[in-house]
């Protein structure tokens, strides 16, 4: 799996013109499964974001997690994230997990990151989506499992 992971003042999921996700101070994660994921990987990345350290605390450090803030996060399916571009210019998604397998799978991170503490949001698996990210910072980390 791959997660990258921005720090927002807030973010928002549009499909169709219906806002479906909307938070405030949090994480805009944006999750792409590949062919060998499974519910151990989900559970592992749920945790490392959910105690990842990148908000500021009273000495403008980054030491708090977003329990700490209690903030709240928007998972949004990515598959373009397992684009391969080694050859040519366009991109190859053959180590993208079919939506058979995908699906499930965020599903299961998206359970797992709210079993953490985290409020969490999510778009449509296979919609076209608007994702809008107020990255504050910037701070984007990319995390892999």
Do not use: C, W
């Not at 989506?129 to 910037?138: K, R």
């Amino acid at each position: 799996m791959k997660a990258v992971v921005q720090r927002v003042t807030k973010g928002s999921v549009t499909i169709d013109s219906n806002v479906v996700a909307s938070i405030g101070q949090g994480y805009v994660i944006l999750l792409g499964v590949q062919m060998d994921d499974d519910r151990t990987k989900a559970d592992a990345l749920a945790k490392k974001i959910a105690n990842l350290r990148v908000f500021s605390d009273e000495n403008d450090k980054m030491n708090l997690s977003i329990l700490d803030i209690q903030g709240e996060a928007v998972v949004v399916s990515q598959f373009t994230l397992m684009a391969d571009t080694h050859k040519g210019n366009r991109p190859s998604f053959i180590y993208a997990a079919p939506p058979e397998i995908a699906s499930p799978l965020v599903d299961h991170f998206i359970n797992a990151l709210s079993q953490h503490g985290v409020s969490t949001q999510t778009g449509e698996f296979g919609a076209d989506m608007q994702v809008e990210i107020h990255n504050d910072g910037p701070v984007t980390i990319l995390l892999e499992t």
